[in-house]
């Protein structure tokens, strides 16, 4: 809940000052609107370098990146979401979701060979294969927002508006220039806390990028960013003229959340009970003991450990939990049977990122069914939205299957110095 209400502000403020107005009719006004659902898609995917974040960010951007490029803000909403949960796992850089799953793995190898182990996987171990799924995913989801959800949900006949053809004023060009130069200064000192010494931002033991304070406090960097921008547009406009103008529009942006806040309150107490209950530690362990009883090989054991993760993935969000979970089961299963754990540890993040998009206890997906409420679409339901999103997911979630095992057939490296099978000597 906190993610969410501080990413609501800090987009709020710019929306009501008037930047996101401007910005989308200087920048959306000559887009191709067939090539935006791609766009946003492509962002979406490699938006998990943020975390959670993406998922708070992206949609409702999505949202008005289609609405300024006259088409419905909902099927903008729609697309944004699918390409922050669906494809959640890949990526086109090393990302931290990489390297915690590269720890789990580490430690399940473990229970196979010993505490005193010498052989690993790194971050990179799925880099190869998670670029190519990156471009796959993005042309999915960006074909199926065009040709799928858009006809699904029909036209926008609703009041949010915006002209691109309105001409922008001297006012609001100088506001831009100023929000402009914000952000850049903003970067700046961002950039300086990463790689300048005392490399304040960065991570005290490698001084890189990866487990740095930087992508710790990403969620305040954002939001400073963008209550820097939006308030240094809206004094320059006048929109903004004192802190009680800030304060109201803080106030306004809480109000439109307060359907959001009231279901935090309901989950918060169904998640605890969940937890305590352990019933998805039970699935997850006895599904893996069901899969090993039933001897499988090959590909319909591929198959049958990512539809097991698929199913938990509904009842349990945490993708490191689960990791911890099954990891020391399938990853010594496998190994004895002749497969480098980065393999298995693929097999496992096609099967969690998909249905992201459908967990009933994604807090998420109700932020943005209460953005849609709130600006698009007061009538719509959770089901309708769920709805929507289904035919994307589940061909998203076949045809990556089917990637994988193409990938499998060829024996194409997973990333470097990671093959499908295991290297002859490690056992």
């Known amino acids: 809940m906190g993610l969410v209400l501080s990413m609501t502000m800090g987009i709020s403020l710019c929306e009501q000052a008037g930047l996101v107005d401007v910005m989308l009719r200087r920048f959306t006004g000559n887009v191709n609107a067939t090539l935006l659902p791609y766009v946003i898609a492509l962002v979406g995917t490699c938006?998990?370098?943020?975390?959670?974040?993406?998922?708070?960010?992206?949609?409702?951007?999505?949202?008005?990146?289609?609405?300024?490029?006259?088409?419905?803000?909902?099927?903008?909403?729609?697309?944004?979401?699918?390409?922050?949960?669906?494809?959640?796992?890949?990526?086109?850089?090393?990302?931290?979701?990489?390297?915690?799953?590269?720890?789990?793995?580490?430690?399940?190898?473990?229970?196979?060979?010993?505490?005193?182990?010498?052989?690993?996987?790194d971050s990179a171990c799925n880099w190869y294969f998670m670029v190519a799924s990156t471009f796959l995913m993005t042309f999915i989801i960006g074909w199926c927002t065009n040709h799928l959800i858009e006809r699904r949900v029909g036209a926008y006949h609703g009041e949010a508006v915006?002209?691109?053809?309105?001409?922008?004023?001297?006012?609001?060009?100088?506001?831009?220039?100023?929000?402009?130069?914000?952000?850049?200064?903003?970067?700046?000192?961002?950039?300086?806390?990463?790689?300048?010494?005392?490399?304040?931002?960065?991570?005290?033991?490698?001084?890189?990028?990866?487990?740095?304070?930087?992508?710790?406090?990403?969620?305040?960097?954002?939001?400073f960013m963008f209550l820097a921008c939006g308030i240094t547009y809206g004094i320059t406009v006048g929109t903004i003229k004192g802190e009680r103008d800030i304060s109201h529009m803080f106030g306004k942006a809480m109000a439109g959340m307060s359907a959001y806040i009231a279901f935090c309150f309901t989950a918060g107490q169904f998640t605890a009970l969940f937890s305590w209950t352990n019933l998805g530690v039970v699935l997850a362990i006895a599904g893996a003991d069901f899969l090993k009883m039933t001897n499988f090989t090959g590909v319909p054991l591929f198959i049958g450990i990512i539809i097991l993760v698929i199913i938990i993935n509904l009842v349990m969000s945490s993708s490191s939990a689960k990791w911890t979970f099954l990891g020391p089961v399938f990853v010594p299963m496998l190994m004895l049977m002749g497969y480098h754990p980065a393999w298995t540890q693929l097999l496992y993040r096609i099967g969690d990122s998909p249905t992201n998009a459908l967990s009933p206890i994604s807090p998420y997906m109700y932020m943005c069914l209460a953005v849609v409420n709130e600006k698009y679409d007061k009538d719509m339901k959770l089901g309708t939205f769920i709805a929507n999103c289904i035919p994307t997911i589940f061909i998203v979630q076949v045809l990556w299957i089917i990637f994988a095992i193409i990938w499998f057939y060829l024996g194409l490296p997973l990333g470097p110095n990671a093959p499908i099978m295991l290297p002859a000597g490690i056992l």
């Open 47 to 121: 938006g998990n370098l943020a975390s959670d974040t993406c998922s708070v960010l992206v949609p409702p951007l999505g949202a008005l990146a289609f609405l300024g490029a006259g088409r419905s803000p909902i099927v903008g909403m729609l697309c944004g979401w699918l390409s922050s949960s669906v494809g959640f796992t890949a990526n086109l850089f090393i990302a931290g979701t990489d390297s915690l799953c590269a720890g789990i793995t580490n430690m399940s190898i473990k229970v196979l060979l010993g505490e005193s182990s010498t052989f690993e996987v």
């Open 162 to 223: 915006l002209d691109t053809n309105k001409p922008i004023t001297e006012l609001e060009s100088r506001g831009l220039r100023n929000a402009g130069k914000t952000l850049m200064i903003f970067i700046v000192i961002i950039v300086a806390g990463i790689y300048v010494p005392p490399k304040l931002l960065a991570n005290p033991k490698t001084g890189g990028v990866i487990g740095s304070l930087f992508l710790k406090g990403l969620i305040p960097i954002l939001v």
